[in-house]
C-alpha cells in the first residue's frame, strides 16, 4: 500500500487528524502567548511594553475568535456544535473545554478590553455619526459614566481581570496539551509533562507574534518604532523561551532514558520520516538558532537597527518552529502504529475541506479580524494617531 | 452610593451576562428533548425509534426455512458461520413477504464481492484466504470457485486455499 512500511493497523493507514489539527493548537497557543504579554503591562507593571498591550489583547481576542473554525471545518456539521453547551458530557474534556473558551472569550478578553477602552468607546460614541457611531453606541450598553473614579473603577477591576485572566490563558492552552498527553495508547504524546510544554511554547510564539505585529504595525503607520519596548520585549521572550527549551529538553531526555518499549519505533521515526519537521526545523531552526540570536543580542550591544532586524528574524523562526513543533506532535504522532512496527506517510492535499489553502485562509483570518478591530478600536495611543493624521 | 453609581457601567455588563444565561436556560429547555438522560447521556425516546424502525434483516434461521440445501452445503465449508445476508445484503422483505417470489434478491457480483474479505492485507491472520489483484486475472471469482457457499475448488485439490 501506498505509503505504508512495515506492519499497519488498517484504522492507522490514514490519518484522522489533518493540518486543521495543527492549526488549532497553535492559534490558541497565539491566543495564550499574546494574554501573558497583556498582563506584564496590567499585572507585573512592566510599563515599558505598553505600547504592545492593547495590541496584544485584540491580537488574542482575533486569534480566539478564530480558533474554533479548524476544528468546526474537520467535524463538520456546524450546527451541532452547540448541542456541547446544551448537553456537555461530564467525563469528556473537550466538552468541559467548551466552556472554558467561552470563558476565556467572554468573561476575560471581551471584558477586559471593554473595560480598557471604555473611555475612548464613550468619547467616539459621542463624536461619531451614522452605523459606526451606532456601534459605539451600543458598545457603551448605554452608559456614558467617565469620570475619573469610574475610569478607576475600571482599572481596577481590569486588574482583577488580567489576574484571572492568566491562569485562565494557561487552562485554555494547557487543556490542549491535555488533550495529547493524556491519550494513554500513544506513546509520542502520552506525558504529563505535555501541557507544560505546550503552555510555554504558547507563551513564547505568542509573544512572538505580537512583538512582530507591533513592529509591523509601527513601520506601516509610517512611525518609530520603540526599541526599549521591543528590547523589553525580545528580554522576557529569551528567558520565556530558555525555560521552554529546558522542559522540552526534560521530556526528550526522559524518554532517551526510559527509553521504553516505544523509543525504538519513535527514535527510527525522528531519524527518518520527522528528521527535517522536528530536528531540522522545530529544533535547529526554530528553537537553537532564535535562541542564540536572543542570546547574542542579550549579551552584545548591537546598534538598534540589527537588533530590530535580529528580534524579526528570532521572531519568525520562532513562530515556524513552534508550528513545527504542533505538526510534529499531531501529524508524527499518527505516522506510526500501535504495533510499533509499522509507518504511515502523512500526504497534506492543496484544495480540499482539509487542505494547505483552507490552512493558509484560516491563518490569515485573525488578521483580517485584527484589522477590522483595530478600525474600530484603535490600539495606539489618540497622540500618535492625531500626529498620523496631520502627516497624512 | 456614589461607588454603586460609578460602577452602573459593571452592572450593565454583568446583566448581559445573566440575560446571555437566562437565553441559554430557555433555548436549552425547548432544544434538548425531553427525554434526554432518562436511560444515559442519550435521548431515551430514541430507544423507542429504533424499536418502531422497519426490520430490513431476516435472519440466516428465516433463509434456511426454505434453503435448507444451499444451508447444508455452506455448512460443510469456510463459509459455514457467514451470515447469508453478510452477502445477500437485507431480506426482509423478501423473506418476512406474503409472496417471495415478487421480491427476487439479485444475485451478489462475486468480482466485487468476494474480495471485501479476502483482498490480501498485512493485518489479517496468515491463515485467512486473502488474494492479490491479479490473482483472478480480472474474472469474477465463481468461474473457478462455482460453489461460493463453499468455495473450494475440488478438482485441482488446494482446496481453495491461495
Redesign the interface.
Given at each position: 500500500m501506498n505509503g505504508v512500511e512495515g506492519f499497519m493497523y488498517p484504522n492507522e493507514i490514514g490519518l484522522q487528524w489533518s493540518i486543521l489539527i495543527v492549526l488549532y493548537p497553535y492559534i490558541t497557543g497565539l491566543v495564550a502567548g499574546a494574554f501573558i504579554l497583556a498582563s506584564l503591562v496590567r499585572v507585573f507593571r512592566v510599563e515599558a511594553v505598553r505600547p504592545t498591550y492593547r495590541l496584544a489583547l485584540l491580537t488574542a481576542l482575533s486569534f480566539l475568535l478564530v480558533a474554533p473554525l479548524p476544528l468546526q471545518l474537520h467535524l463538520g456539521h456546524p450546527l451541532r456544535s452547540p448541542e456541547m453547551y446544551f448537553t456537555p458530557h461530564s467525563s469528556s474534556a473537550m466538552a468541559m473545554f467548551g466552556y472554558v473558551y467561552l470563558w476565556y472569550l467572554m468573561a476575560v478578553l471581551v471584558f477586559e478590553i471593554w473595560l480598557d477602552y471604555r473611555a475612548e468607546i464613550v468619547q467616539k460614541a459621542q463624536s461619531t455619526k451614522g452605523l459606526l457611531g451606532l456601534l459605539y453606541k451600543v458598545m457603551t450598553l448605554g452608559n456614558f459614566n467617565i469620570s475619573h473614579e469610574a475610569l478607576e473603577l475600571d482599572e481596577k477591576i481590569g486588574w482583577v481581570v488580567t489576574l484571572i485572566g492568566i491562569p485562565s490563558a494557561f487552562i485554555l492552552h494547557g487543556y490542549v496539551g491535555f488533550i495529547f498527553g493524556s491519550i494513554k495508547a500513544n506513546p509520542w504524546w502520552n506525558s504529563p509533562l505535555m501541557p507544560v510544554v505546550f503552555i510555554f511554547s504558547a507563551m513564547v510564539s505568542g509573544i512572538s507574534a505580537v512583538m512582530l505585529l507591533y513592529m509591523a504595525t509601527t513601520k506601516i503607520r509610517g512611525l518609530k518604532i520603540d526599541v526599549a519596548c521591543v528590547d523589553t520585549i525580545a528580554m522576557y521572550l529569551f528567558y520565556t523561551f530558555i525555560i521552554d527549551f529546558a522542559i522540552e529538553s526534560l521530556d526528550l531526555i526522559h524518554r532517551i532514558y526510559e527509553a521504553d518499549e516505544s523509543f525504538r519505533s519513535l527514535n527510527f521515526m525522528v531519524h527518518t520520516k520527522l528528521y527535517i519537521p522536528h530536528i531540522v526545523i522545530q529544533i535547529m531552526l526554530g528553537t537553537l538558532t532564535p535562541l542564540i540570536i536572543l542570546a547574542t543580542t542579550q549579551l552584545v550591544k548591537f546598534n538598534e537597527t540589527i537588533r530590530k532586524r535580529l528580534y524579526v528574524i528570532a521572531g519568525s523562526l520562532i513562530l515556524i518552529g513552534v508550528f513545527a513543533m504542533r505538526w510534529n506532535v499531531v501529524i508524527g504522532g499518527q505516522l506510526f502504529s500501535k504495533s510499533l512496527l509499522g509507518y504511515t506517510t502523512y500526504k497534506l492535499a492543496l484544495i480540499t475541506k482539509e487542505g494547505l489553502l483552507v490552512a493558509i485562509a484560516l491563518t490569515l483570518l485573525p488578521l483580517v479580524f485584527l484589522y477590522v478591530m483595530v478600525r474600530i478600536l484603535p490600539p495606539w495611543p489618540e497622540k500618535q494617531n492625531n500626529a498620523l493624521a496631520s502627516g497624512d | 452610593m456614589?461607588?454603586f453609581?460609578?460602577?452602573?457601567?459593571?452592572l450593565?455588563?454583568a446583566g448581559?451576562?445573566v440575560i446571555a444565561f437566562v437565553l441559554?436556560l430557555v433555548?436549552?429547555h425547548y432544544?434538548?428533548p425531553k427525554s434526554?438522560?432518562q436511560y444515559g447521556?442519550y435521548r431515551g425516546d430514541a430507544i423507542k425509534d429504533d424499536a418502531a424502525r422497519p426490520t430490513f434483516y431476516a435472519g440466516h434461521d428465516t433463509c434456511e426455512t426454505c434453503h435448507a440445501d444451499i444451508a447444508t452445503k455452506k455448512s460443510g465449508g469456510p463459509h459455514a458461520h457467514v451470515n447469508c445476508e453478510a452477502c445477500h445484503g437485507p431480506q426482509a422483505i423478501h423473506a418476512l413477504a406474503d409472496d417471495p417470489t415478487a421480491h427476487i434478491p439479485v444475485k451478489p457480483d462475486s468480482a466485487t464481492l468476494c474480495i471485501k474479505c479476502h483482498a490480501a492485507?498485512?493485518?489479517k491472520p496468515k491463515k485467512f484466504p486473502q488474494v492479490n489483484e491479479d490473482h483472478s486475472m480480472g474474472m469474477p471469482c465463481i468461474t473457478c470457485h462455482t460453489n461460493p457457499h463453499s468455495p473450494a475448488i475440488d478438482t485441482t485439490g488446494t482446496g481453495g486455499k491461495k
Open positions: - | 456614589n461607588s453609581k460609578n460602577a452602573g457601567h459593571l450593565r455588563f448581559l451576562f441559554f433555548i436549552r432544544y434538548v434526554f438522560g447521556h492485507s498485512l493485518a
